[in-house]
């Protein structure tokens, strides 16, 4: 190996930065999966006969509608997603760096609020439907057809809209990065530049957000909730409150887990025969070409349809819903959760990009199966429904505590009453376990791409491993960081389950708000922290937008 | 300038970290909304001049508070149903409390055995009727839902919302197992619509001519017929509400409760049953009706002139303890006949 060069093995072994880098790796990959062990082990206990019960009856409903579900969002939304991502990377057109932006902006609506949003509008009792009445002079429900929102379609659809820009924003920076000279050679023999070449280079991009995009759907409770779909989130629920039996719900969402994972498995398996490096630094990006008349119309119908109905339709709902409550809801009321929130997803952006570039660098370095796995493993947190991943947290910060409390009767180490439990820290613990599947998902498909003969040269010149760190992946990797920290930092502020329940006394972010309000069917009221929310995530999303395009 | 924001977000992040409760205010871990309960606490805080703090989740208070042990900073426990209750008291989370004016002020059946948890409302879950297409009378019982003449008729949330679930285990326990099986397979082949929504909601499609019936609790009337938003008070005068069960010699209409209990290593447990009682004194059952359309549960404290303008209405007796027990049979049930 080229680190080991000129130097003593002895030596080496203390100095060595990739010692301290896996060593670190170790101790966070192990914090990181504390919580999903501790599910695990929730679920070794004996379910008192309730899984005969659930075979028996509903099993079969929640898994069948779980996977068509997940499977509709897939289709839809890597659809929307990957067909936009390469007109705009590849050809110029009227309004095309506009829809650039605007193509990512439903990635800061919380799919739930969404779907509030549309059934408003699309029910028997909605706007829609009342218009299609008087124009038709309908009465009654019988005498036309209209689709269901609250079905599983409206869910795929709802979902799909809000989910695609995880597919986008990967799937994109991909297509840039690609080097013009094998799109040259496509040409040259024929072959299509988008099957051929676009496609297969994006591909570990396209799944890494895949990954996130079915990971999420799983993990929904809101909007299934909302629309009363029996899938396994659902029934996890069902089971626990109903049935007053964690053990049976830690076992459930952990057979879902087991699920996803197994797919991503089969993902990785297929993937690993060939690999896609890119040595073309230096070379130009494909040069996008010019489309006119009716080809460029098509392009900007196409690249403006998805952010319409996942964005500019649902705000326009939401502010027509909100436009009401302005009236009497004093704005201040809103001021400290705001603060909180922007706070709260910051942090937790920060820290996920910084963990997920350790984790991503160590295991690239170490070349050891276990590192890979136990990496691997650190980010499975966002396979889990967001409660049943708290009640994981909880469990973990509550051992922690237990700790603490034992080494004070002992020594005294900590200040009296000094407990994890129910503080900031323990809520952003939290939230870096959810959400480091997408730092890390960003930060190593970035990685993949980087050619390990340009580190190698690198080494060669005389370069330390820090040094080569520093000046060449660091500046190759940047804007796939940005790209996972603003899908963190969205994220984070759209998350509800986990804030809930481990936040500390009196916290409120606009997600919290949010749902108090529209749990009480407040519509008005909870519409404004919803706009807050998007308009919040709004900064983020065009100041990356402006980096990644300088890149 | 990147090293400086970094350590600005860390500091700020221990700032956070350190926002420590005060000792003279109580704890409460609340499955009630902030909005609802703000009021009583604000009351609570000038009678007795204790402050309070809140952590509001729909789930999992239950295990934190488990896995958090002795070292848990809750005092009170809050719930909105009996279903939610039960699991603490299951978990063996909540403190025995010896108190005079909760022993005497709550009737029996809506308080645990071992003066662990406590009653402190009344919900009535109650049919729901169309004026214009279901004349008064029709339906007197919650057993006639499962009527065949009400086929495509009736509206309904799923049957594993706790108000459903609660309300199977009160039909368990009147009828047994497999009648009450027989019930909720009528009441689900006489469904218009695929259950969804919440109770509101059902009230709307009887409006909108979706279905005839539905099943909701009683403060839902009062919440539509006094909304700010008119189209809501236009659904609820499109509704009669009926309190079932109410002939000579019958059981009487399920209610549910909203309750409390001590913490089991509450530190305040002075100031936490301080807060119980305020709740179950008549100046808080009457903020109960007049937030939420609630029904006391003080036996000294009637119903509010609203609530009284609805009917008077007899409630089924049987030990509210006993339903929590039952949800479980009642979920099998609500699995097996796919509500």
Known sequence: MIRLAGKSNMKLLKLDPVVFLVSATILFAILLVSPVCALFVMSLKSSEGIWQHLIDTVLLKYILNTVTLMGGVALLSLMIAIIPAWLISNYYFPFCRTLDWILILPAACPAYLVAYAYTDVLEYAGVVQKLIRYLFDFSSPDQYYFPEVRSIWGAIFVMSFVLYPYIYVLARTAFRAAPASLYETAILYKKSIFVNVGLPLARPAIFAGLALVCMEVVSDFGTVEYFSLETLTLGIFNVWIGMNSITSAAQLSVVTFIFIITLLLVEIKSRAASKYYDTSRGQSSPLAKRIYGKAATAAVLICFLPPLLGFFIPICILISNSLYAFQYEPFTNFFRPFLNTIFVSATCALFVVLLSFLLVSSSKESRSNWINWLVGLSSTGYAFPGTMLAIGVVIAVGYTDQLISYLNSIAGIFPDDFYLGGTYAALLFAYIVRFQAIGFGAVSSGMQKIAPNLLSVSRCLGKSYVGTTRNVTLPLLMPYLLAGGLLVFVDTMKELPMTLLLRPFNFETLATQAYQYAHSELMAEASIPAILIILSGLIPVIFLNNFLRKA | MRLKICTLILLLAGLYTTQLVSASEINIYSHRQPFLIDPFLKAFTEETGIGTNVVYSTKGLAQRLRSEGKNSPADVILTVDIGRLYIYEDLGLLAEIESKVLNTTIPKHLKSANNTWFGLSKRSRIIATSRKRVSAGQIRRIEDLADPRWKGKICSRPGSHVYNRA????????????????????????????????????VKAIYEGLCDIAIINNYYFGKLKYSEDPAQREWAASMRLTFPNQDTGDRGAHVNISGGGVAKFSKRKPDAIKLLEFL??????????????????????????????????????????????????????IDKVGW
């Open chain 2, 280 to 333: 179950s004194s008549p100046k808080a059952q009457r903020l109960y009706s007049e937030i939420n359309f609630e029904y006391p549960v003080n036996i000294q404290v009637p119903p509010s002139n609203e609530l009284r303008s609805w009917g008077n209405f007899r409630e089924d007796k049987i030990s509210i303890e006993k339903i929590a027990q039952l949800s479980i049979e009642a979920q099998k049930i």
């Open chain 2, 167 to 202: 309300l199977v285990a009160s039909v368990i326990a009147a009828h047994g197992l497999e009648k009450a099986e027989t019930w909720a397979r009528g009441v689900v082949s006489n469904l218009a619509r695929r259950p969804q929504g919440n109770d509101r909601a059902q």
